[in-house]
């Protein structure tokens, strides 16, 4: 097996590299300004250690990524209730697409296209305020990274909270449905910060341990969730984790992985690892296009693939 401490610098290298980096997400302003130059990685290991390269240390924006938070919060709260409101599936549309929803009666795919991932928000609203809610999946992220100098990025928020037009029109049309318990302000000014959380690709590979541990946050740590729900979210990331692209990253990748429109990725390879990557540039589907091709090097590598035998 090759060593990770010569694998990880060498990749780092290599992309920082190449100049075909993708599009740094423009639609929420502050997310435009970030250096499209930016690449780091880093892998926690199941035996404990952590390897990192390039602007691992560096914070970004992990948007999207913290779907898988507030996933797992919710299902904790409802259990398999949540189902009623959020579909499984994978959804074929772009991730803000309202088309779908007027199709399918206010209940989105999944949980994590938009609409699917306002809905798990707005169960994790309930008797909250607002505050509270975002309160208790920031303590959950520094809990899990162990580590509790991670923030919300609130200039992120309030950027996205000034442009995030089709985000309130998701909102209003699924309170419309009555599948929004609470007012769309409210469920996505929530939805808004949870998002802006900022993490270095060092905190979010340590906060997907407990994933790649079948639901512990070690091998013999304390136990976040069960081994099945653990299987459960990570199948979920697998067939809907990077929007309309998520078949073509499980063909290339081989790993269940959710990215986010700040660049990031998280991707878990269940029993051995959980790997962060942060590279700004998108690619057509919205995904990080040097963070999707350093996973896909690093898994061949590596030999990594839930597909391995
Ligand atoms: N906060 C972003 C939005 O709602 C998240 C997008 C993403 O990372 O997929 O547009």
Known sequence: MPELEEVLPALAAEMADRDDRGEVASYIPQLSIIDPKRFGIAVALTDGRVITAGDADESFSIQSISKIFTLTLALGKVGDGLWRRVGREPSGNPFNSIVQLEREHGIPRNPFINAGAIVVTDVLLADHQPR???????????????????????????SEKATGFRNFALANYMRAFGNLHHAPELALGVYFHHCAIAM??????????????????????????????????????????????????????????????????????PGIASI????????????????????????RTMNWSIFAP
């Open 276 to 299: 962060a990557v942060w590279s700004p540039g998108l690619n057509e589907n919205g995904n990080s296009k040097l963070g999707s091709i350093a996973l896909e090097k690093l898994a």
């Open 132 to 158: 509270e809610a975002i309160g208790e999946i920031l303590r959950f992220v520094q809990f899990l990274a162990d580590d509790e100098s991670i923030v919300v990025d609130r200039d992120v928020a309030a």
């Open 200 to 269: 270095n690709c060092r905190q979010l590979a340590l906060s997907g341990r407990f994933l790649a541990h079948g639901g512990r946050l070690s091998q013999d740590g304390h136990s976040v969730v069960s081994n099945e729900r653990a299987r459960r979210i990570l199948a979920l990331m697998l067939t809907c984790g990077h929007y309309d692209g998520s078949g073509d990253f499980a063909f290339r990748v081989g790993i269940p992985g959710k990215s986010g429109v700040g660049g990031g990725i998280l991707g878990i390879v």
